[in-house]
């Protein structure tokens, strides 16, 4: 294991990340049991959801990660890619869209984690909030504390983390659909047909083609540790073509062994993925194995939280570091975890996450925040896929050990669709809830207020960036 001196700061940089751990730290961010379920309901047609995700964005956003990241694998993620292209308020507006989008996001993803513990222990506890807050925060600080500990522990964690809470449990499900389909047992689903695999397409399921197209965000998430990557220019796009063959292996057979198993009607009932699984294990005959399953998953959306929580905090240092926000935004530990960054997301998080449990009033200003992170998300997508396209105008000349295929034309395909179908997924993003009480007007005002409020701070922050800022080249100011 090599161990180098970053130019930048002077901390230890080791090169512990090789293509199973690149590729894992994408498959903890995007593989999302909990999704299972909600996309079980259209049956057959979840085939041509997927499908239709994977070309629009999936795909897309994975051949556009491997040439970026194989370009330009100087750390930093999407803001190293984004300020190639577009300059530091491009890419400082991207990375901290991803990163800001985070902190209305981790509430929800906690309370998964809290509701699905329950069903180890009483699900009954998952209407106690404080049982909910005190597991949330639990989980929240806990993985904050293992960033703490810098790469080395972070890729431990989520490698044994991903896989068994994750890729097991995916698998589980799929081995016994598969026995289900042998058993002779009554399948739920009708015979297969393409047209029954074709998604309908109308005013009602407009707000989940922005759901699907970002089903699969967070395939970027590997660029934010180029700096710790053994070879980045041959493990990263390896690591992005297996990563997406275990995400849509994965998520495709786990979704399609509930929907045969499983009533619409049912799945539509439940509230939570743990209810679904609890179905399924009892019809097959298996009802010991759902406390285990609960804390596997568990587990997993842990591990996803991890994956999310690292990711823009080490990028979001970086861009401190280059002297692009106040000192208290770069200190890192003797570890290179950018403590001060984890330590302000984890207190805000914390805060949300108090409001969401303790304050039910205050439903409809979440769901107005939570349409803003796909807001947000998108913008960051927009950003990339441009980011790729330019650059092969901009800096041609750049080494890419991994090119999209096709020459320009190939490019403009690849980024095109990405751009459209992240654009059109803003715009769906914006179409307000059935159970959203206020005006249409309202609802899209305050979606893109709130928007630009969380986008603009960058520029803010460029606009009175002070030369203090800057760390010399020693490493001390």
């Known amino acids: 294991m ?18 199973f751990a690149l590729a894992m730290i994408n498959v903890a961010a995007v593989l999302s049991i909990r999704n299972f379920p909600s996309m079980a309901v259209y049956g057959w047609s979840c085939i041509g959801w997927y499908i239709l995700g994977a070309v629009m964005f999936l795909i897309p956003i994975s051949l556009a990660g491997a040439e970026l990241a194989t370009g330009w694998p100087q750390g930093g993620g ?18 901290f869209c991803e990163w800001s989008n985070n902190l209305v996001w981790f509430p929800t993803v906690l309370s998964f984690i809290a509701s699905t513990l329950a069903f180890a222990l009483t699900p009954a506890l998952a209407n106690n909030p404080w049982y909910m807050f005190s597991v949330m925060m639990i989980a ?11 790469e080395e522990a972070s890729t431990k964690f989520g490698n044994v983390g991903v896989i068994l809470g994750s890729i097991i449990p995916a698998i589980l499900i799929i081995l016994l659909g598969l026995w289900w389909m042998g058993s ?35 395939m970027e998430m590997a660029g934010f540790h180029a700096l710790e990557t053994k070879n980045p220019q041959k493990d990263f796009p390896r690591a992005m073509a297996l990563s997406a063959v275990i ?33 399924f294990f009892k019809a097959a005959g298996v009802p010991w194995l759902v406390g285990p399953m609960a804390v596997l998953i568990t587990l997993g ?132 809830p059935s159970y959203f009480t206020t005006s249409p007007h309202t609802y899209v005002g305050s979606v893109l207020l709130g928007t630009f409020l969380l986008a603009v701070p960058p520029l803010v922050f460029l606009k009175f960036k002070k030369a203090s800022w800057l760390k010399p080249a020693g490493g001390v100011r």
């Open 2 to 19: 090599s161990e180098e001196v970053g130019e930048e700061n002077g901390l230890p940089s080791k090169k512990v990340l090789g293509l």
């Open 78 to 95: 999407v803001y190293a890619w984004v300020k190639q292209a577009f300059g530091e308020k491009g890419g400082f507006t991207a990375l």
């Open 140 to 150: 929240f600080w806990g993985t904050t504390a293992i960033a703490y500990f810098g």
């Open 184 to 218: 002779g047992a009554a399948l739920v689903l009708p015979p297969l047909t393409f047209a029954a695999m074709v998604p309908v397409i109308n005013v009602s399921t407009l707000p989940f083609f922005a759901t699907i197209i970002l089903l699969f965000a967070g």
């Open 247 to 279: 995400i849509v292996v994965c998520t495709v057979l786990a979704t399609l062994a509930i929907a045969m198993v499983i009533p619409a009607n049912q799945l539509n009932l439940a509230s939570g993925v743990m209810q679904a699984i609890e179905y």
């Open 301 to 432: 959306g842990v591990v996803s939280l991890a994956a999310w929580l690292i990711g823009p905090a080490k990028g979001l240092g970086i861009v401190a570091e280059e002297g692009n926000m106040p000192p208290l935004f770069d200190r890192t530990n003797k570890y290179g975890a950018p403590v001060a960054v984890l330590v302000i997301q984890a207190v805000i998080g914390s805060i949300i996450s108090l409001l969401y449990v303790f304050l039910p009033s205050v439903n409809q200003a979440y769901w107005i925040l939570s349409a803003m992170t796909v807001e947000l998300l998108c913008i960051v997508y927009v950003l990339v896929f441009a980011s790729v396209i330019k650059l092969r105008y901009s800096q041609p000349n750049t080494p890419r050990p991994f090119k999209i295929p096709g020459g320009m034309a190939g490019i403009w395909l690849v980024g095109g669709l990405g751009m459209f179908g992240t654009i059109f997924a803003f715009i769906v993003g914006l179409m307000p």
